[in-house]
């Protein structure tokens, strides 16, 4: 059974147009899910519960940092690694505040994320990480590597939540046993086991399928103008050649 699930912690770019058309789109591909589906926008107390559990066991802190001044920072400094997306590790510049100071800056309302402290979620469950994938040969281990994250965001500014809090959670919630998402998001998945660790949730089943190219080589995506699902539509195919090219018969 496949689940529709609408990921729109981000006020700025979830829009009721884009929702729409994704429900048009799966209907046109002959798609169905259960009824009701999910809205993260409509669960963020269950997100901030989560988020809260993990700051009570001390595992997460606020990080009143900008962006600008964390580039800034890592910059001026001698350290050069990086996360999996290439990103420069978080130099922990907030990890060390004192509690008073802490306290206080949150007593003011100052805009903060929050911020997993790596080296104490590593101590409280240490390894060795694994979780199990799945091709079309069949099911194998993979060992996850969550310290090369470093301190990620696991709580915005805006919203109690992050992509990896909220799927972790609604995972779990909706009773989710095999996730189908494609490589780009394959690394992400060992700082998913590490909070399913860290929540008690169970750890899943995973397959990191390759990304849809354009003929240039390139990964389709909205922001480069590539071709959707509704200009394929209108230019007259059918939703069995969309299905044939997939692999699905």
């Known amino acids: 059974m496949c689940r529709l699930r609408i990921e729109d912690i981000d006020p700025q770019r979830s829009k009721p147009e884009l929702i729409a058309a994704i429900v048009e789109d799966l209907a046109w591909l002959g798609l169905t899910y259960p009824e009701p589906v999910r809205r993260q926008s409509q669960h963020m107390g269950s997100y901030k519960a989560a988020l809260d559990r993990l700051i009570a066991?001390?595992?997460?802190?606020?990080?009143?940092?900008?962006?600008?001044?964390?580039?800034?920072?890592?910059?001026?400094?001698?350290?050069?690694?990086?996360?999996?997306?290439?990103?420069?590790?978080?130099?922990?510049?907030?990890r060390t505040l004192e509690a008073g100071q802490v306290?206080?800056?949150?007593?003011?309302?100052?805009?903060?994320?929050?911020?997993?402290?790596?080296?104490?979620?590593?101590?409280?469950?240490?390894?060795p990480y694994a979780y199990c994938a799945f091709d079309e040969a069949g099911a194998y281990q993979?060992?996850?590597?969550?310290?090369?994250?470093?301190?990620?965001?696991?709580?915005?500014?805006?919203?109690?939540?992050?992509?990896?809090?909220?799927?972790?959670?609604?995972?779990?919630?909706?009773?989710?046993?095999?996730v189908v998402r494609g490589r780009d998001l394959e690394a992400a998945t060992d700082l998913h086991v590490l909070l399913q660790r860290l929540l008690g949730l169970p750890v899943l089943r995973y397959r990191h399928h390759p990304l849809?190219?354009?003929?240039?080589?390139?990964?389709?995506?909205?922001?480069?103008?590539?071709?959707?699902?509704?200009?394929?539509?209108?230019a007259g195919v059918t939703p069995g050649v969309i299905r044939a090219r997939l692999g699905f018969t």
């Open 57 to 94: 066991g001390g595992f997460a802190y606020p990080c009143f940092c900008s962006r600008g001044q964390i580039r800034a920072r890592v910059a001026a400094g001698s350290a050069t690694a990086c996360d999996p997306d290439g990103v420069p590790l978080y130099p922990g510049t907030c």
């Open 103 to 127: 306290a206080d800056r949150l007593a003011r309302g100052e805009p903060h994320t929050w911020r997993l402290d790596m080296a104490a979620a590593l101590r409280k469950a240490p390894g």
């Open 142 to 178: 993979v060992t996850a590597e969550p310290a090369r994250w470093g301190d990620a965001v696991i709580a915005r500014r805006d919203v109690p939540t992050s992509y990896h809090l909220s799927v972790v959670h609604d995972d779990a919630e909706e009773g989710v046993t095999h």
């Open 212 to 234: 849809l190219l354009d003929p240039a080589g390139e990964k389709l995506a909205k922001s480069r103008g590539s071709q959707s699902l509704a200009d394929l539509r209108a």
